[in-house]
């Protein structure tokens, strides 16, 4: 589908991450996923494409300018490589990066802002919690002033990257209960009392490490906090937008795979003496996935357009993210039913696709609470 935005930068950017993607990580994307690991020079590699630098100053290597667009066709591209477990290894920087650019002391951003970016390290946002991710105003991880220093007890699960991380951005209580009692802090994975254990046997995203994470007395200097005290709720939220927005590109990506699979494997298999490819049953089937991959693309488009033009579509944006996991839902399965029962075997992108949907449609806000911040987005 034509992108009426596009210009001669952006394609040469997409295209610069077809190429990566091709050639760097599509040849390992199984071994990788079945290893339950990424190679760390991939989070290097990465990190010198640049794409971690979006909206982050080049005084600490990064672009110097965003582009909802360019960020939008690396989530699609690199979801291209049928195993969205790669990217999410890598990804942890991508939701912490722009807590730590835009409210983090000049003494944090100089001593790691730039190896972040650079994927030299990794970061990680911790919200969710063993008690619960869909309701942050109720986090319990505790931030207790003592002097100069915060002290910070309880314990984040669903962490991508947890493992691997060096530094960590972290939802805290430090006021009362509810929304305005939440303040984040900048943590580092040496700092004493911080530990971590591995969640292991994921149904999908295998690839990608995810930890839980434990705070027992973890000591950090008042600087660390990011942002003003209490306010951390409202950060945490518009830190979301630019999430989601790489989830609904990198559902589109996943979504073209299944489609374009089918279609190579609906021309070579033949049934009932003919093409699968003919049988208008499948035909169908065809149609229905590249209507909703249009609509979830236009819709991308118009709110990568309104992002750039400075005003968040965050109505658009919970809308466009349950929307695209019910299309990736729908694309994934009827992708399945034309591959048969080769699609049920591992090594396989439409079966790691079929694992690989419902962590879309929880993650980073689940369906069910984007049609709630929709609908109360339109005042009601
Ligand atoms: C692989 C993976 C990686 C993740 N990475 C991160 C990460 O890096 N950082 C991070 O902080 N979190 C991460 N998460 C956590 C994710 O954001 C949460 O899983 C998500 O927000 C939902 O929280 P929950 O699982 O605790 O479900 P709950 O909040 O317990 O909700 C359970 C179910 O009930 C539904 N529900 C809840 N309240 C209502 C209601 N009022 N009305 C109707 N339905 C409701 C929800 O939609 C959900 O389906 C990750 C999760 C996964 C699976």
């Not at 591995?198 to 295998?206: A, E, N, S, V, Y």
Request: glycine share 12%; hydrophobic share 40%.
């Amino acid at each position: 589908m034509k992108n009426p935005f596009d210009t001669d930068e952006r394609r040469a950017f997409r295209d610069s991450m077809k190429r990566f993607v091709d050639e760097k990580i599509k040849p390992h994307a199984d071994e990788w996923d079945e290893a339950g690991d990424v190679p760390w020079s991939l989070h290097e590699e990465v990190g010198a494409l640049g794409v971690f630098g979006f909206g982050v100053s080049e005084k600490y290597g990064g672009l110097g300018f965003d582009d909802c667009f360019m960020r939008a066709a690396y989530g699609e591209e690199f979801a291209k490589c049928g195993a969205s477990g790669v990217p999410a290894a890598l990804g942890g920087r991508s939701i912490s990066i722009g807590p730590i650019e835009k409210l983090a002391s000049d003494e944090i951003k100089e001593r790691v802002l730039e190896d972040i970016v650079r994927g030299r390290k990794g970061s990680s946002l911790a919200v969710t919690e063993p008690s619960g991710g869909s309701d942050v105003a109720r986090l319990k991880t505790t931030a207790k002033r003592d002097g100069n220093h915060f002290v910070i007890n309880g314990s984040k699960t669903f962490i991508t990257g947890g493992m691997k991380s060096d530094c960590f951005v972290v939802g805290a209580r430090t006021g009362g209960e509810g929304l305005s009692g939440i303040s984040l802090f900048f943590v580092e994975a040496d700092a004493p009392g911080f530990s971590r254990t591995l969640i292991d046997k994921k149904m999908g995203w295998w690839a990608s490490d995810t930890a839980t994470l434990y705070f027992d007395d973890v000591r950090v200097p008042a600087e660390n906090m990011l942002g003003d005290e209490n306010l951390g709720f409202i950060q945490i939220m518009h830190n979301f937008n630019h999430e989601r927005l790489g989830m609904i590109a990198s559902m589109l990506g996943m979504m073209k795979v299944c489609l374009e699979s089918s279609v190579e494997y609906a021309q070579e298999r033949e049934t009932f003496g003919k093409p699968l490819i003919k049988s208008q049953v499948i035909r169908h089937k065809i149609a229905d996935m590249s209507a909703r991959i249009d609509m979830v693309e236009a819709y991308l488009n118009q709110m990568c357009w309104q992002a750039n033009e400075g005003d968040m579509p965050v109505a658009e944006i919970c809308k466009g993210k349950f929307s695209a996991s019910k299309a990736l839902e729908f694309c994934a399965s009827e992708a399945m039913q034309i591959w048969g029962g080769a699609a049920y075997l591992r090594g396989n992108p439409v079966e790691r696709i079929y694992r690989e949907v419902k962590v879309n449609a929880i993650g980073g806000g689940s369906e069910e609470i984007m049609r709630d911040l929709a609908v109360r987005q339109m005042g009601l």
